[in-house]
């Protein structure tokens, strides 16, 4: 499907009313929208000292001891559908910017019916001589977490980094920075790395949060399948925050091209993506899964 800027646009403009329509369905007034305002910068000033005191005293911790870094196998998990240019920049970002790439392994699932399957073919080819450990799985699965946890069941690295193909990676040497961070845990706890994704509130919420085996073993998911597509980092950082199983490192940068910010991103796929009011049914299973959600934390939280 060809479109032009002016029909992106549009297109994007009723995506960001139905979701804002959405969200602020309870909001009748002015004094309810200040006392919103009070709550969510008092939110935002109680997660921002949490992370910072967290962060440093693990930091301390981990110097007293004198513990070495451990270097552990990161499996980067990739569905990606007719994006296989924005998946060439992916992995040549990958490609420039990671320290020992030989210990990451990528689990890539391309749908058996993607119109762009022999181009992927072709470019995976291609990369032999980069000596890369890509599985590529050709198989239709319909929802986005479903896909990660597909591929999370065909994995073996100790850290699980459910990735996107319209992001990129910006920090030389980021899996350094995510062996530091990881070794700062203990071994038989699970832990959530949440990254500098460019969100305006990083304290709150995190693009491509990373997780540690112990925590897919306690969970035995990476993507909660409640949703038709959103909210697979939503979920994984609330049960973080919930179960203060999470870090902050602020050094390691991604970028993402997200459509809805960047119209020259517009694509099928992300027309795919928000078709059959998608997100409007995902905000509405997210409002009602509080009480699974602390189930879900408390198994991060205590070991039952």
């Known amino acids: 499907m060809k479109t032009d800027n002016q029909e992106r646009k549009d297109i994007i403009e009723k995506q960001n009313l139905s979701y804002r329509s959405k969200v602020n369905k309870n909001k009748k007034n002015i004094f309810k929208s200040v006392f919103k305002e009070i709550k969510i910068t008092s939110k935002k000033l109680y997660w921002k000292n949490k992370f910072l005191i967290s962060y440093y005293y693990k930091s301390l911790v ?3 001891s ?3 870094i451990t270097k552990s ?3 980067i998990l990739i569905p990606t559908r007719e994006r296989v240019l924005k998946f060439e920049r992916f992995i040549n970002s990958i490609i420039k910017n990671t320290y020992l790439i030989d210990r990451c392994e990528f689990l890539v699932l391309v749908d058996s019916d993607d119109p762009e399957k022999d181009a992927y073919i072709k470019f995976i080819t291609s990369l032999k001589y980069q000596k890369l450990d890509i599985k590529v799985f050709h198989v239709n699965i319909q929802t986005h977490a479903k896909r990660n946890n597909f591929l999370a069941t065909k994995c073996s690295g100790e850290i699980l980094f459910p990735a996107n193909d319209d992001m990129i990676f910006v920090t ?3 899996d350094h920075l995510l ?3 990881f070794s700062k845990n203990l071994k038989k706890e699970p832990l959530c790395v949440w990254v500098n994704s460019g969100n305006k509130y990083p304290y709150l919420f995190c ?3 990373i997780i540690n085996r112990e925590w897919y073993r306690r969970l035995g998911y990476v993507g909660c399948e409640l949703f038709n ?7 994984i950082c609330d049960l973080a925050k919930r179960s203060n199983k999470v870090i902050y490192s602020q050094k390691i940068k991604f970028k993402e091209f997200n459509a809805q910010a960047n119209t020259d991103e517009f694509d099928n796929t992300y027309l795919r993506n928000i078709a059959d009011n998608k997100m409007e049914k995902d905000i509405e299973i997210w409002e009602n899964s509080l009480s699974q959600r602390i189930s879900e934390a408390n198994k991060l939280k205590y070991i039952i």
């Open 66 to 68: 004198k513990n070495k």
């Open 207 to 209: 693009h491509f949060p």
């Open 172 to 174: 030389k040497d980021w």
């Open 229 to 235: 597509f959103w909210y697979l980092d939503t979920w």
């Open 62 to 64: 981990f110097f007293i």
């Open 73 to 75: 196998k990161i499996s």
């Open 179 to 181: 062996d530091i961070e």
